[in-house]
């Protein structure tokens, strides 16, 4: 972890040497604090919020399995690729529960670009 600017360790393992990289990290972190604290408190900053509206897309059965085929997979490596169990996939396809939220957003994405997740899928899924 390195030493703090006051000479004092910080937290756990404070007397490990840093990586390279990581010595870059804190040299630059240190150097950006000297240039604030010279400079005093600087300008102000104006932060503004935007509201985000990401509408949930409803997929019903026949979409589920409209995805699925976009991607050329059974039930079982589809339901895989999510994350979830073949029974999952299956009751989304018989209309007996609907995707969950992640799933539609991921099912969007599938479906803006089908050809980028078939080259992602063309090498073999491990474990399936």
Same mark, same amino acid.
């Given at each position: 972890m390195g030493k703090m600017l006051d000479g !004092?360790? !910080?937290? =756990?393992g404070g007397n490990r040497s840093l990586t390279a %990289?990581?010595?870059?990290?804190? %040299?630059?972190?240190?150097?950006?604090i000297e240039v604030v604290r010279a400079e005093g408190e $600087? +300008? =102000?900053l104006t932060a503004r919020t935007y509201p985000?509206?990401?509408?949930? #897309?409803?997929?019903? +059965?026949?979409? #589920?399995r409209r995805v699925r085929d976009l991607l050329d997979m059974s039930? #079982?490596?589809?339901? !895989?690729?999510?994350?979830? $169990?073949?029974? @999952?996939v299956r009751s989304w396809e018989q209309g007996t529960r609907p995707p969950s939220p992640i799933a539609r957003r991921f099912m969007v994405?599938?479906?803006a670009d +089908?050809?980028?997740? =078939? =080259?992602? @899928? %063309?090498? +073999?899924? !491990? $474990? #399936?």
């Open positions: !004092r360790s !910080r937290g =756990r %990289a990581g010595s870059k990290i804190v %040299a630059a972190f240190e150097e950006a $600087g +300008p =102000r985000l509206a990401f509408a949930l #897309v409803d997929y019903g +059965p026949g979409d #589920v039930q #079982v490596v589809f339901a !895989r690729f999510l994350g979830v $169990g073949p029974n @999952t994405e599938i479906e +089908p050809d980028y997740w =078939r =080259r992602r @899928t %063309a090498s +073999p899924i !491990r $474990g #399936v």
